[in-house]
């Protein structure tokens, strides 16, 4: 691994690394990192990593839920404009996200917070106030390369976890299994791990884990405990919830499990069980270090391999924030950018079920595949606006948070996975999306309208493609067309 770790970045090098571990990078990152060995990339990008938002949540996310009373009092006509005011801030917590992907500066941080995000499933279907789904990203994000063992613990009495797998609902004589079967099943040891008694012991050890009816905060009811004697994973005593996790903790398969939902996420869709359990067991002795983790897998002569490159498809989002941040394109407000990666599948915070998103070649079908391409269909129809000050960075918050209006969504619509008409997707366009095509292709040495000698050609699949495209490409093409063209190709799906 040391050798691997010395060898240098060249430009191919860095871009496959950068778009591996965030989104597709600028020029100006790829510049950065081309020439540092891989052990100094991988020790920046985890170094650079943050713990809080750049931009400021949206101010919304402090005012208190209603209480029971103010909720009992409303009108049908109130229940239906509080409704469609959850579903709006809804959006523009979305377009906060998005943002956020799109301006941060530490694009691996929101690739972990979305990855735990799609790990500890919450969705907005069964959490209506969008308060506690903000809050629960925030909590993510603190400790998404932190430990795994302190997010377990704080995210299974987050208030969005327990009312999404009904843990407010387990009481003494009465458990609810939902939250200890996917906690086990989807969270830590992974299936056939455990057994359906190893599932009824431990909610009897969650009861008494509850939210305050008023205020929907995370509150402990004595009352409702079951204090006896519980046997999970063959050990035997009076658990409580947090004992229980700490046994989940200590398995070996937890870490194994972590570390190959990592690989799938960071490396390939063909594990290596014993370079998997290598890392796995660092990942363990480390007391759950997500950096190590990382560290382990970016490092591994596994994620380097030319047959490991081009083999993972982007996500909705690394499709859309990649091609944003990699095309340095200029735009007023997010909300258009929500609704076409919720056109791909991806309806952030609204992940289809407790599983998550399955990923993979999954988030390519016909429609899919459709969208893609009209979304950069719309991104060269936007090189034909004129170009203004650029709006982004931290100081750009507030005036996203005011624009960034956009309908709400139903919610048995949004959940689903559906394709905007292309006229649909063109008005969502609107909203100051510039790309100044002609800037981006002087670091190439050519123009719009001239047409690419094979250099050039060449310089270009490098920028933009894992391999050769698979298409083929008209030979009189211009400068535009051919860039086009090639995130056109089924190629450009790939990282």
């Given at each position: 691994?040391?050798e ?11 871009r ?9 990078p600028?020029n ?8 540092l ?7 920046e ?16 996310i ?26 709006e ?38 959490v ?85 009816p ?7 009811l ?15 005593g ?26 799938h ?37 596994a ?15 690394e499709?859309v924030?990649?091609?944003?941040r ?63 000050m ?11 948070m005011?624009v ?14 559906r ?41 270009l ?17 211009s ?5 086009q ?11």
């Amino acid at each position: 691994m040391a050798e691997s770790g010395q060898s240098i970045l060249d430009i191919d090098d860095a871009r496959f690394f950068l778009t591996r571990i965030g989104f597709a990078p600028s020029n100006t990152e790829l510049a950065h990192y081309t020439g540092l060995t891989r052990a100094q990339a991988v020790a920046e990008v985890l170094a650079s990593a943050r713990t809080e938002a750049v931009l400021p949540p949206p101010e919304w996310i402090i005012e208190p839920i209603p209480t029971r009373a103010e909720r009992n009092a409303w009108t049908e006509d109130q229940r239906r404009e509080q409704q469609k005011r959850r579903g709006e801030h809804y959006e523009l917590l979305r377009a906060w996200w998005v943002r956020e992907m799109l301006t941060g500066p530490s694009p691996l941080t929101e690739r972990m917070t979305l990855f735990w995000h799609n790990h500890f499933t919450s969705a907005q279907d069964k959490v209506p106030y969008p308060q506690l789904m903000a809050r629960q990203n925030l909590l993510l994000r603190r400790h998404a390369l932190n430990h795994f063992g302190e997010l377990l613990h704080d995210v299974a009495k987050d208030p969005a976890m327990l009312q999404y797998l009904d843990g407010a609902s387990n009481r003494k004589g009465r458990p609810n299994e939902n939250f200890a079967r996917e906690v086990m099943e989807l969270f830590t040891l992974g299936e056939g791990h455990y057994t359906q008694r190893d599932v009824g012991e431990a909610a009897r050890a969650y009861t008494g884990w509850s939210l305050d009816p008023d205020t929907l905060a995370y509150t402990w009811l004595a009352n409702r405990h079951d204090d006896g004697e519980k046997t999970v994973l063959g050990q035997t005593g009076p658990f409580d919830g947090d004992q229980v996790l700490d046994l989940l903790l200590a398995r070996p398969e937890t870490a194994s499990f972590v570390t190959t939902k990592l690989w799938h996420e960071f490396v390939s869709d063909t594990p290596e069980p014993a370079r998997i359990e290598a890392i796995a067991g660092q990942f363990r002795a480390s007391r759950y270090d997500i950096k190590v983790a990382l560290r382990g897998l970016l490092l591994s002569d596994a994620f380097w391999r030319d047959d490991n490159r081009g083999v993972l498809v982007k996500s909705p989002i690394e499709f859309v924030v990649g091609t944003l941040r990699a095309f340095e394109v200029d735009y007023d407000d997010t909300a258009h950018f929500v609704a076409q990666i919720r056109a791909l599948g991806e309806n952030l915070f609204y992940p289809p079920n407790v599983k998550g998103w399955p990923g993979g070649t999954t988030w390519i079908n016909s429609s899919t595949l459709l969208a893609r391409k009209q979304f950069v269909e719309q991104l060269f129809r936007a090189t034909e606006r004129a170009k203004p000050m650029r709006m982004s960075g931290p100081a750009s918050g507030k005036t996203m948070m005011g624009v960034a209006q956009a309908a709400p969504v139903s919610a048995s619509a949004a959940g689903q996975s559906r394709v905007v008409p292309q006229h649909a997707m063109a008005r969502a366009g609107q909203g100051g999306v510039r790309f100044d095509i002609a800037d981006w292709l002087a670091h190439y040495g050519t123009s719009p309208a001239a047409k690419p000698g094979l250099s050039v050609e060449l310089q270009l699949q490098h920028a933009v493609l894992p391999f050769t495209p698979v298409d083929a490409i008209a030979t009189d093409s211009s400068a535009s067309a051919y860039l086009q063209a090639l995130l056109m190709d089924p190629a450009y799906q790939l990282k």
